[in-house]
């Protein structure tokens, strides 16, 4: 895995060909354009890495993997056959930083403490979902009734809603929805937007009419909004923490500098109590939590992750985190 100081200050790009990013290298590779593909011209011999005028991607996947143990290859490899979609091999991708933290709190059982620092309230028995892919067949039930909630609102098999991680306390039923180099603006034109509301699935009156206990605005004022993908996210999550008696928490995890009045942009559409609520997390917040707890397994190797992990913006490198 490549650090920020490891890479060039700038992708340089020229009208048919890029650069490689890595420092004091010469190599250059054909130019991509519009998709990013994985084919041999557009790769630098020397890294083994593919090019593209704004980021790069590693050949083995793994090679952007802090934890890269056999139970974690395992588990990724049975995860990638069920998720829908992963760039976890390319530098700026949200899978590769969510899987790298989250492993880390997961395999030093840290993930209770930070759920119980973020409510305020002692979260005990924590078990993890990533990307809907249950890893213990007891808690089967998150899953099951994920699946159930997709139909039930009318999303097409195989296209439904998927949070990054799903998160079961004793108390509590836990989506975190990650960002990373992406924002909350969902959909992104005029032209999807209204597509997304002349298309309501079941949504509006799923769940008998479950939209009208949690939300006070409208469909279509949400969806206008470009809030999409959380309204599906906190319309689904609390219908499957009633039926789990639990309560509800949506967390949505940005960058420190990034989405910093989200809470107050969503929180004006939907119903919250004692039982269901809405937060803000961020990535610079969990780093903090990470550097107070006692020494644990690979801590430092955490911290220094998120202190150099660096990412291409406007083919400049930046540190991708503030801390």
């Given at each position: 895995m490549f650090s920020f100081k490891e890479l060039k200050p700038k992708i340089c790009v020229a009208e048919n060909t890029v650069d490689c990013p890595v420092n004091d290298c010469k190599e250059k590779v054909d130019r991509q354009r519009h998709k990013f593909r994985r084919d041999d011209r557009f790769k630098c011999p020397k890294h083994g890495i593919f090019i593209s005028p704004s980021t790069f991607e590693y050949e083995d996947y793994k090679n952007n993997l802090l934890w890269?143990?056999?139970?974690?290859?395992?588990?990724?490899?049975?995860?990638?056959?069920?998720?829908?979609?992963?760039?976890?091999?390319?530098?700026?991708?949200?899978?590769?930083?969510?899987?790298?933290?989250?492993?880390?709190?997961?395999?030093?059982?840290?993930?209770?403490?930070?759920?119980?620092?973020?409510?305020?309230?002692?979260?005990?028995?924590?078990?993890?979902?990533?990307?809907?892919?249950?890893?213990?067949?007891?808690?089967?039930?998150?899953?099951?009734?994920?699946?159930?909630?997709?139909?039930?609102f009318g999303e097409e098999e195989g296209r439904g809603s998927e949070p990054d991680l799903i998160i079961k306390t004793d108390k509590t039923l836990f989506f975190i929805e990650a960002k990373f180099t992406s924002g909350n603006d969902t959909p992104s034109d005029k032209r999807q937007i209204e597509e997304k509301i002349n298309n309501p699935k079941n949504y509006k009156t799923g769940g008998d009419n479950w939209f009208g206990n949690v939300f006070k605005s409208t469909y279509k004022e949400i969806i206008s909004e470009q809030k999409y993908e959380l309204l599906r996210f906190w319309l689904l999550g609390t219908w499957i923490a009633q039926k789990l008696g639990l309560r509800f928490y949506l967390e949505n995890l940005t960058l420190a500098d990034k989405e910093k009045d989200i809470e107050e942009k969503f929180k004006k559409h939907i119903k919250e109590d004692e039982n269901k609520r809405f937060f803000?997390?961020?990535?610079?917040?969990?780093?903090?939590?990470?550097s107070t707890v006692a020494d644990s397994s690979d801590k430092q190797t955490m911290l220094d992750y998120i202190k150099n992990k660096s990412v291409y913006k406007n083919r400049t490198l930046q540190k991708a985190f503030s801390v």
């Open positions: 890269k143990a056999r139970e974690d290859v395992e588990l990724l490899e049975t995860i990638f056959r069920e998720k829908r979609e992963s760039r976890i091999a390319r530098d700026n991708s949200e899978d590769a930083v969510t899987w790298n933290v989250f492993r880390f709190l997961e395999k030093n059982n840290l993930i209770e403490g930070l759920l119980t620092n973020i409510t305020g309230a002692s979260q005990t028995q924590g078990q993890i979902t990533y990307w809907s892919y249950s890893q213990q067949q007891r808690v089967g039930d998150c899953r099951n009734l994920l699946s159930e909630a997709r139909a039930e803000r997390l961020t990535w610079e917040g969990i780093y903090e939590y990470v």
